[in-house]
Every structure is written in C-alpha cells, then in structure tokens.
C-alpha cells in the first residue's frame, strides 16, 4: 500500500530563509507524487507534481522538490521564504489505480516571522 | 474563475438531521473526487466518479452517505442522520482522465459542517 509521512508537524522560518519540508513515502511501484498548499479555510491548491520524468521538480511560487529513490524522499524547498507562504503543506502519494485516488500525508504546518 | 465550486461553504446543523452538499467541477472534467478533512489531519478519499458513474467508494463512507453524479457535471453528498463525528472540512475535486492517465486534481474550497 501506498503511504506518505510527513517529519515535522510544524516548522518555522524566518522571512528571507530557506524552507525545508520532509516527506518520505512508501510504494510497491514508480509513484505519483505532489505537494499540496492549503491556506486557513480555503481548499488545496497544487505546488508541484512528480510522475516519473525529472527528479528535480519545479513547481509555482518559487517551490521545488526532489524525488530521490534510495531515500525514498520528497522533500519540499524554497531558497527564500515569503509571509504568503505561511500556509499547511501536504505530500500526497497517488494510489495507483487507475482513478488516481490520493493519499495525503498528516500536513507541516509552516510559519514564517517577519 | 471556473474552478471548482462548492456550495455551502459553512454548515451548522444539529445531530440527527440530514445534509446535503454540492459541487460543481471545472466543467470540462470527467472525473470528480469527494474527500472528507478532520482537524489536524490530512484529507481522506471518501468517493470518485467517472462521468456519471460512482466507480469506487471507501470504507469511511458509512451507509449513511450517499453521493450523487447524474448528469456527470454536478454531484451532490448527501448525509443522513448526522453525528458529531461527521463534522469536518468536506473537499471536492476534479480532474481530467483517461484510462490509467490522470491529471491533477483540482480542488474547491470545501464544505465545513458542524454539527451541534
């Protein structure tokens, strides 16, 4: 079964620092994998998406992530946090059927202080 | 903005009665996704459509949930007998697919139920 876990429930940042977000993910197969941004009381909006092509990804906003195999890892990065991106962050494994169902992770939450 | 929309975005009712959400996909899309988010947690699959068909439904979805897609463009969940346990964020989305081939799902800004 397809799994993802996210590291830290929580991380903040410092305007103008890097950000890091850890994911790992479990999968009997190539994956599907994304990164998911929720502000407070709004729905999910797509960051970026890894199927199968560059293990670099670069998504909206300035994000990118890196799928690295050995690791099993997905970890979210920027070079230089803005306050627009305190938000909820999700990595989401696609289930592998063909509907493409998805299975998300617990959630980091990032804070960013001016 | 034709985005995925849903309607109501709050929903404050007391135990025992019934509910009923809506959404409206981006309407070039077939298939069409019901998930259901708790406080704290990531959002969890309750549903999918293809089109007008309900191809795959999760174990969460108790007996009192029903989803409908009848034309395939609007779907309507619906929530029978509401229990406190059923308050959460419930999140649709849509996206474009084929056989094996999907496009990311889109989401809408979700229905928040309360229940007294």
């Known amino acids: 079964a397809q799994s993802v876990t996210q590291l830290d429930s929580h991380v903040s940042v410092s305007e103008g620092t890097p950000v890091l977000l850890r994911c790992n993910y479990s999968s009997s197969y190539s994956p599907s994998l994304f990164w998911y941004v929720q502000h407070p009381n709004k729905g999910l909006q797509l960051l970026l998406k890894y199927t199968s092509a560059a293990t670099l990804v670069k998504g909206i906003n300035g994000f990118e992530a890196e799928f690295k195999k050995s690791e099993t890892s997905f970890h979210l990065t920027k070079p230089s946090a803005h306050m627009s991106d305190a938000a909820e962050y999700f990595c989401v494994v696609s289930d592998g059927g063909s509907q493409g169902n998805l299975i998300f992770g617990k959630g980091t939450k990032l804070s960013v202080k001016p | 903005d034709t985005g995925v929309s849903q309607d109501p975005r709050h929903k404050i009712t007391k135990r025992g009665q019934n509910v009923t959400f809506r959404c409206d996909p981006i309407?070039?899309?077939?298939?069409l996704y019901w998930y259901r988010q708790t406080l704290g947690q990531g959002p969890e699959f309750l549903t999918y459509f293809q089109n007008e068909a309900q191809l795959e439904k999760s174990r969460l979805l108790s007996d009192r949930f029903s989803a409908e897609r009848p034309k395939g463009s609007f779907s309507t969940l619906e929530i029978q007998r509401t229990e406190q346990g059923d308050s959460a964020m419930y999140l649709c989305a849509s996206s474009l697919g084929a056989g094996n081939s999907n496009q990311p799902q889109h989401f809408g800004d979700g229905t928040r139920l309360s229940i007294l």
């Open positions: 309407s070039e899309h077939n298939r």
